[in-house]
């Protein structure tokens, strides 16, 4: 027996059918395989992501906090004002965008001044401590000004007889 050698392809010709490029969609393709990410990078963008929003999120909470605390700041000795009834009385003085209060008591020898029971009142809305109220009771003439700081409030006083218990309160701006 002897082999045959192969026969080559035909030349096209022009009444041959053309040939199709396009694949059949009836024959499968092969898919290109899968890009393979690296196992660290879905941790690593999972946790920026993570820490980006967290910051984020902080920032603006504490951003809130600190302008209602602000708020709340500027309102204590105006809430505390109106509750002892003392907005329009001669002796109480708010200033500085409600930052400041200003008490007059009335001495042996004053004409004008609040009673020392509405200096009662403030010293109660503001929850002053009793360490506070405690040192201003027992202030003399004769210990010049004393000053005490609570919270985010100064107080400052001095007292006479003649001129009664005469103070500041103040609020720290923020």
């Not at 920026?48 to 951003?63: E, K, N």
Request: with cysteine.
């Amino acid at each position: 027996m002897s082999a045959l050698p192969p026969v080559p392809p035909a030349p096209p010709n022009a009444d041959s059918a053309p040939v199709s490029t396009i694949p059949d969609a009836s024959v499968p393709m092969p898919l290109a395989a899968p890009t393979q990410r690296p196992a660290w990078l879905l941790p690593v963008v999972t946790g920026v992501v993570g820490a980006v929003f967290g910051a984020a999120g902080m920032f603006v909470i504490t951003s809130l906090q600190d302008s209602s605390s602000a708020r709340a700041d500027e309102a204590v000795l105006l809430d505390a004002v109106t509750a002892c009834d003392l907005t329009d009385t001669s002796g109480i003085t708010l200033a500085d965008k409600n930052l400041t209060l200003t008490f007059d008591h009335k001495g042996d020898e004053d004409s004008s001044g609040v009673e020392f029971s509405a200096i009662a009142c403030l010293l109660d809305e503001l929850d002053t401590p009793s360490a506070v109220t405690s040192h201003m009771d027992q202030t003399t003439s004769q210990d010049g000004r004393q000053t005490e700081t609570w919270d985010n409030i100064t107080v400052s006083w001095s007292y006479h007889p003649d001129r009664g218990m005469d103070g500041l309160f103040t609020v720290a701006a923020k």
